[in-house]
């Protein structure tokens, strides 16, 4: 059972500009992890957060985990024409609150950044 | 390159034949994840490793599909008298253990007519 819920569904911008994708969940997690899809191809992990940690940097990505809300952020600064892709959230939890080194993934969020 | 390999790339077969999918991880990886993606959804988990250890099979599988991961090494994944529904993206993806992340192959993009 699908676990993860990215918003929006699809979001357009202009290179240059900033994206912000947003992942709503529902039971407790270990961790949360976003990963990116070009079109057709397989999944390349970004970034990875624990429970225990409310933001984390790499390079021009942040991703915030907020657990009292049950949400999550990824914020593209700068955003470039080939970060055009679809962007999934995963949690190591299912809606039932069970781990099991699994994951779970949204249906994702696409981006589009044009030149 | 030493990331996760898969092979077909891709696969066009008739309905009722049999396909088997191959899957090389990274090696230093004990876990090795089977997941499947239809088009505008994300992955779905399809059964998983831990060394040559089948240790959890989704609903999704049924019994027209069998994995192995013999020596704890590559893994197959096999479906049996394919139907039209089988048609999907199946990604295979490995880690060094639980709780971390994983690292996905370029998939096999199945489609049967």
């Known amino acids: 059972s699908q676990q993860g819920e990215e918003d929006p569904q699809a979001l357009s911008i202009q290179e240059g500009e900033n994206a912000t994708m947003n992942c709503s969940y529902k039971t407790s997690i270990n961790n949360l992890q976003w990963y990116r899809q070009n079109s057709g191809r397989g999944l390349v992990h970004l970034i990875l957060i624990r429970s225990n940690e409310r933001e984390k940097h790499s390079g021009r990505l942040r991703v915030t985990l907020d657990t009292s809300k049950k949400s999550s952020s990824l914020l593209i600064t700068a955003s470039r024409a080939a970060d055009t892709a679809s962007y999934f959230c995963a949690t190591d939890a299912n809606d039932r609150g069970s781990t099991l080194g699994r994951l779970y993934f949204g249906r994702g969020t696409q981006l589009t950044v044009w030149p | ?113």
Not at chain 2, 22 to 39: A, G, K, V
Not at chain 2, 78 to 94: F, K, N, P, V
């Open chain 2, 1 to 113: 390159d030493t990331g996760v390999s898969q092979d077909p790339r891709h696969k066009i077969t008739k309905r009722g034949q049999n396909v088997t999918f191959r899957c090389d991880p990274i090696s230093e990886h004990n876990r090795l994840y089977w997941y499947r993606q239809t088009l505008g959804q994300g992955p779905e988990f399809l059964t998983y490793f831990q060394n040559e250890a089948q240790l959890e099979k989704s609903r999704l599988l049924s019994d027209r599909f069998s994995a192995e991961r013999p020596k704890g090494s590559f893994s197959t994944l096999e479906i049996q008298r394919t139907e039209q529904g089988d048609s999907a993206m199946y990604l295979c993806a490995s880690s060094p253990g639980s709780g971390n992340e994983q690292f996905f192959g370029p998939g096999t993009r199945l489609t049967v007519l």
